[in-house]
């Protein structure tokens, strides 16, 4: 039986002048939690910009929450809570007027959920938006968004700047709307810990490119470090999924994907000693997969 998907994009692609999204597949299913994970200029601003129809693919088939993108944005957005780094509320009014603004437009807003968020982030109605901290603009921001009971929730940057107590704040809020398994949750950050604390599935984005995308518990199961003693400078043996090779005199340190145990045993029958087998942490696989990518490109470019 297939799983009801919040997100669909199928093949996108967005071209600008210095930048360009390529063959883009992702897929959210319904009631869980996507993290999407780049470098500055990687890409993931512009696939949540097209997953929330703000701009157009220039090739391949957005579809969200059943509806196509960006045709069908209106129908699609008024089941969607949209919160970025950098949005902007009115300075000169308070959040009062912010609540009843979008109360007004959005007939789930849920009163008893925005007083009790209310409470939760320290927050105060009377309070002008021009008197608040990043981080209380944050709060302000998500509560907003979380008080409409939307399907689908999509956060860029979302923990950028916070310290480590709000952010656990609005984490614990992001992770406190998927009570129901109906909703769902799309983020981008450059923050792993963020990542590995709240989601279910990760992608990785270098280069307007998808790396690597599954689930998170793959990630860390397949992922390891071998520690290698090679005092005799035997040749390393070719390896299905190595991605990265250090070597230090007699010490060698290899990085390899979908690791079990017969990957130990085939070294040691090289004649090289194992000397640890280590997990490595969300950041670690990240920056693996980067320069894995990077590598890759390069050889594509000079092919």
Same mark, same amino acid.
């Given at each position: 039986?297939?799983?009801?998907?919040?997100?669909?994009?199928?093949?996108?692609?967005?071209? @600008?002048?210095? /930048?360009? *999204?390529?063959?883009?597949?992702?897929?959210?299913?319904?009631?869980?939690?996507?993290?999407?994970?780049?470098?500055? #200029? =990687?890409?993931?601003?512009?696939?949540?910009?097209?997953?929330?129809?703000?701009?157009?693919?220039?090739?391949?088939?957005?579809?969200?929450?059943?509806?196509?993108?960006?045709?069908?944005?209106?129908?699609?957005?008024?089941?969607?809570?949209?919160?970025?780094?950098?949005?902007?509320? &009115?300075?000169?009014?308070?959040?009062?007027?912010?609540?009843?603004?979008?109360?007004?437009? /959005?007939?789930?807003?849920?009163?008893? @959920?925005?007083?009790?968020?209310?409470?939760? /982030?320290?927050? +105060?109605?009377?309070?002008?938006?021009?008197?608040?901290?990043?981080?209380?603009?944050?709060?302000?921001?998500?509560?907003? =968004?979380?008080?409409?009971?939307?399907?689908?929730?999509?956060?860029?940057?979302?923990?950028?700047?916070?310290?480590?107590?709000?952010? +656990?704040?609005?984490?614990?809020?992001?992770?406190?709307?998927?009570?129901?398994?109906?909703?769902?949750?799309?983020?981008?950050?450059?923050?792993?810990?963020?990542?590995?604390?709240? $989601?279910? @599935?990760?992608?990785?984005?270098?280069?307007?490119?998808?790396?690597?995308?599954?689930?998170?518990?793959?990630?860390?199961?397949?992922?390891?470090?071998?520690?290698? $003693?090679?005092?005799?400078?035997?040749?390393?043996?070719?390896?299905?999924?190595?991605?990265?090779?250090?070597?230090?005199?007699?010490?060698?340190?290899?990085?390899?994907?979908?690791?079990?145990?017969?990957?130990?045993?085939?070294?040691?029958?090289? #004649?090289?000693?194992?000397?640890?087998?280590?997990? *490595?942490?969300?950041?670690?696989?990240?920056?693996?997969?980067?320069? &894995?990518?990077?590598?890759?490109? #390069? +050889?594509? =470019?000079?092919?």
């Amino acid at each position: 039986m297939d799983v009801p998907l919040a997100i669909d994009c199928r093949n996108i692609s967005k071209h @600008y002048p210095h /930048f360009s *999204l390529r063959d883009v597949d992702l897929r959210v299913e319904e009631g869980t939690v996507m993290g999407l994970v780049g470098p500055n #200029g =990687a890409g993931k601003s512009t696939i949540l910009r097209t997953v929330m129809g703000l701009v157009g693919p220039d090739g391949g088939r957005v579809t969200v929450l059943g509806h196509r993108m960006p045709d069908e944005q209106m129908a699609a957005k008024r089941e969607i809570g949209f919160v970025a780094e950098d949005m902007r509320l &009115y300075e000169s009014q308070t959040i009062a007027f912010h609540m009843d603004f979008v109360k007004s437009i /959005f007939d789930s807003w849920d009163d008893a @959920y925005a007083a009790n968020l209310l409470r939760s /982030f320290d927050l +105060k109605k009377e309070q002008k938006v021009k008197g608040l901290s990043h981080g209380q603009r944050v709060k302000a921001t998500l509560l907003l =968004a979380l008080a409409r009971r939307p399907k689908l929730l999509v956060f860029d940057e979302p923990t950028t700047g916070l310290d480590p107590a709000v952010r +656990k704040e609005v984490i614990d809020e992001m992770m406190n709307a998927l009570e129901s398994e109906s909703h769902s949750i799309l983020f981008s950050s450059h923050n792993t810990l963020d990542v590995e604390q709240i $989601s279910d @599935y990760i992608t990785f984005i270098h280069a307007g490119r998808i790396i690597e995308s599954c689930n998170k518990e793959d990630f860390m199961d397949g992922w390891r470090r071998i520690r290698l $003693s090679n005092p005799d400078g035997k040749p390393i043996p070719e390896l299905p999924n190595l991605k990265d090779v250090q070597q230090n005199g007699r010490l060698c340190s290899l990085t390899v994907d979908h690791y079990d145990d017969g990957v130990a045993e085939r070294l040691r029958q090289s #004649g090289l000693q194992v000397d640890a087998v280590e997990r *490595l942490t969300l950041e670690e696989i990240f920056l693996s997969n980067v320069l &894995y990518a990077k590598a890759n490109l #390069g +050889k594509e =470019a000079t092919s």
